[in-house]
């Protein structure tokens, strides 16, 4: 990133801005442009996202483009104020493109193509494809990118959707395999392919994907896609800085639950990520649901929370939030429009985990194509109402607390280790029980869980990838608790790292599956958990895939397991926790020993959430960052920034119920522009935000 681009970011650092996805070209009457850019003015919105879904009216015809349509977007924007983000749109292909090359279609696993007919069936690691694709980038950001209205470029939109079976990327994956394996015989002990007569004697017997059935082999498809993908968006950003000013941010739309997504890799390639926050509303934001989890959207309050950490995480920094609900999100059945006072608790959740930009998806409902039932901040008969009054209200708090947040820093206690190959692992063969099968969401229920619990026990909690793992000392510094659960495909170094964490006064928590398998794939031939069993005192032999929740007891408290369990065996651990059961009682379900100056609590099942509140806040201890609160109900979350002027406090409650609460030290309200004093009583209103500050 260049030294013009980086000045250009810290202008986000000033505080969260609000913003939305603008298609004109997509409306009735587009010739009211410039009331839309007058209502989006008057409502706080700073920032338009355009042009990324509508290749084929860019390039009607192949070689024919129309580059014009979007100028008086971009004239209007700039004359209103108003920042853009300007979208290639390489993930929409047109019809002519389909028809003129039908093999540039995705192959799916089961050897079919992906019909053309919605986004995103293209392979796009084809040479014939990127001429195509390149051209049309040329073409857009030649004509707009230096437009003195865009300060951002997106490239492609929400990549990874698919694995590309198509036999040029099989062949190319081979090639992979070889250039990282050397030699076959190599290859053989690394995958263990002695099993079911799987040993090759030559690259070209490796075989396509399609039938695999070897761990190894599927955890190194799973990454070589994942490279594919950060590779595609790495080219366009190549090609987008030749065409634009210096000071232009390159970003991408992060879709975290993509198959051939890893966001580590794709930030990387970008001057700031941005990325999908997208919750189901109304009840789904009630503190007291526990919703299903594992899907695109989150359906309860401790995945959203979640959701903004992994963003955050994707760079460790500061994101921008390109797409998030406004009236409903997906299809008709999916339809919850927010309750009031929703809208501001989501734009200042995401705020307060470090979004910097939070812009809906989109301005107005559409009235055709596939997503008509996706409401906009404007519905379907284009005139403001709830949503566009609560959004503009959310632009007024923004303002005023943004002197607060410039330069803020979110704050955590915890770290809750994130690890794609431990993902993509647990999806191919899932530990976990699901309709009609394994739960190919394993990974995702199980770290969810453990986050969760520190959530539920006032933590605040930040993820760090394993791919960015430091080293012990540095860790420590960040995290006084880390939490690593479902961690089962670790290389050695992730490991002993992780117990050198705890020796040097690090408050670990290990969750099921830590520690059993190996960076390749394979299980490990060792006591479990692997190089963590001797400072855990504990180790185990058996595990089962509970079919029904089993009792637990911890000092007298009754809840219980579920899912999976670790059948631990303390050496010379305390026990917390075990099961109340005629077989699995002779195990323990919980246990904690003193290594070095730290701990390590290791917990062998998914605890219910107040037996898991309760285990990790004793795994916390005092290291939490104090809370404005001397007691804090159930229903509220409290986040905190740190910047140059002071700390600030996000508190929510999360309930349909108002709430008092007690604060343990004064505070200034800086939305209300009020003092409270320490030892007074606070009303949070139904689904309320408040947002304190503390001078520094």
């Known amino acids: 990133m260049t030294g ?81 983000v300007l979208g290639t749109p390489t993930y929409a292909i047109p019809p002519w493109l389909s028809r003129k090359h039908p093999e ?99 690259w070209d017997e490796l075989w396509a994907p399609t039938g695999n059935t070897t761990p190894a082999y599927d955890l190194a498809w799973r990454r070589f896609q994942a490279e594919l993908t950060a590779e595609f968006i790495g080219w366009q950003a190549g090609i987008a800085r030749e065409l634009v000013a210096d000071d232009t941010f390159l970003t991408t739309c992060i879709a975290l639950q993509r198959p051939a997504m890893d966001d580590v890799a794709v930030g990387a390639e970008l001057d700031i990520a941005s990325g999908n926050a997208y919750y189901l509303a109304q009840d789904g934001l009630d503190a007291s649901r526990e919703g299903a989890g594992g899907q695109w959207y989150a359906d309860d309050v401790a995945q959203l929370v979640l959701m903004a950490d992994r963003m955050r995480a994707t760079r460790q920094d500061a994101f921008l939030v390109t797409e998030t609900g406004a009236a409903s999100i997906g299809p008709a059945h999916l339809t919850r429009p927010p309750y009031d006072g929703q809208l501001g608790q989501v734009a200042w959740l995401l705020a307060a985990r470090g979004a910097r930009l939070v812009s809906y998806w989109h301005w107005h409902s559409l009235h055709s194509g ?50 794609h190959d431990s993902e993509w692992m647990t999806a191919f063969e899932p530990p976990l029980a699901g309709p009609g099968g394994g739960d190919r969401a394993s990974y995702a229920h199980v770290v969810g869980a453990f986050g969760r619990g520190a959530l539920d026990a006032g933590l605040q909690v930040q993820y760090v990838n394993e791919r960015q793992l430091p080293d012990a000392g540095e860790l420590l510094h960040r995290f006084p608790v880390l939490v690593v659960a479902g961690l089962i495909a670790a290389g050695d170094r992730t490991l002993e790292v992780l117990a050198q964490y705890a020796r040097r006064g690090g408050r670990l928590v290990i969750g099921p599956r830590t520690g059993y398998g190996d960076d390749e794939g394979r299980l490990r031939a060792e006591r479990a958990p692997a190089v963590l069993s001797g400072p855990a005192g504990v180790h185990y032999q058996e595990f089962a895939a509970l079919a029904e929740p089993v009792a637990v007891e911890l000092d007298g408290e009754s809840g219980e397991g579920s899912r999976w369990m670790d059948a631990l065996v303390a050496d010379d651990a305390e026990v917390l926790a075990r099961y109340r059961h005629p077989h699995y009682g002779r195990w323990a379900a919980a246990t904690r020993r003193t290594v070095g100056r730290g701990e390590i609590t290791v917990v062998g099942t998914l605890l219910d959430r107040a037996l898991m509140a309760r285990v990790i806040a004793g795994a916390a201890g005092p290291a939490a960052v104090e809370s404005p609160l001397t007691e804090r109900p159930s229903t509220v979350t409290a986040h905190s920034l740190a910047g140059p002027i002071g700390r600030v406090w996000v508190v929510h409650n999360w309930s349909p119920d108002p709430v008092d609460v007690r604060l343990a030290r004064s505070v200034r309200d800086v939305l209300a522009s009020v003092d409270h004093t320490r030892g007074g009583s606070v009303r949070l209103t139904a689904w309320g935000v408040a947002v304190w500050a503390e001078r520094g």
């Open 4 to 84: 013009r681009s980086a000045d250009r970011l810290r202008a986000w650092r000033g505080g969260p801005r609000l913003g939305v996805a603008y298609y004109n070209e997509y409306l009735p009457d587009p010739s009211r442009l410039h009331t839309d850019l007058r209502l989006m003015t008057e409502a706080g919105i700073t920032c338009i996202r355009v042009g990324e879904s509508v290749w084929s009216t860019w390039e009607p015809r192949d070689g024919e483009f129309d580059l014009e349509w979007l100028t008086p977007v971009l004239d209007a924007a700039a004359e209103h104020g108003i920042d853009v």
């Open 370 to 419: 596939a997503e008509v039932h996706w409401g906009g901040v404007l519905g379907h008969d284009l005139r403001p109402g709830r949503v566009y009054e609560e959004i503009a209200g959310i632009g007024r708090q923004f303002a005023l607390a943004a002197p607060w947040l410039a330069d803020a820093v979110p704050e955590a206690t915890v770290g809750l280790l994130y690890a």
């Open 104 to 202: 540039l279609a995705v192959v799916r696993r089961d050897g079919q193509p992906v019909p053309w007919g919605a986004r995103q069936e293209v392979d796009f690691t084809s040479d014939v494809f990127r001429g195509y694709a390149e051209r049309i980038i040329r073409a857009v950001l030649g004509r707009h990118g230096r437009h003195p209205a865009v300060i951002g470029v997106q490239l492609d939109n929400e990549a990874g959707l698919h694995l590309i079976h198509n036999d040029h990327v099989v062949g190319r994956f081979r090639r992979w395999v070889a250039d990282r394996y050397k030699d076959t015989d190599t290859l053989n002990r690394e995958w263990g392919l002695t099993y079911w007569s799987h040993r090759i004697a030559d």
